[in-house]
């Protein structure tokens, strides 16, 4: 911590680097593990919307929550 004050990093500028990498650093991983977990109706689409939240984190993790979690098939104990 002490080598973040030395670059003259105060603690309102630590936690805006926190809120803005780690919010959609947060939201990236918890898509990616909702995908992998996740069955979809199509094959290839496990496979798209990891990639699309790789490389489109917050857009791609956003678009993801609200179309991708449609295409999922329901498990016997969710209908």
Do not use: H
């Not at 973040?4 to 990236?28: H, K, R």
């Not at 593990?33 to 993790?61: A, C, H, Q, Y």
Request: glycine share 6%; with cysteine; proline share 4%.
């Amino acid at each position: 911590m002490t080598y973040l004050l030395f670059l003259g990093l105060g603690l309102p500028e630590i936690l805006l680097i926190l809120f803005t990498a780690g919010i959609p650093f947060i939201l990236m991983l918890i898509c990616i593990i909702d995908i992998v977990r996740s069955e979809f109706k199509d094959s290839t689409s496990k496979l798209i919307w990891i990639l699309i939240v790789l490389f489109l984190p917050m857009l791609g993790s956003l678009i993801y929550l609200l179309i991708g979690r449609n295409q999922k098939i329901l498990s016997d104990s969710r209908k």
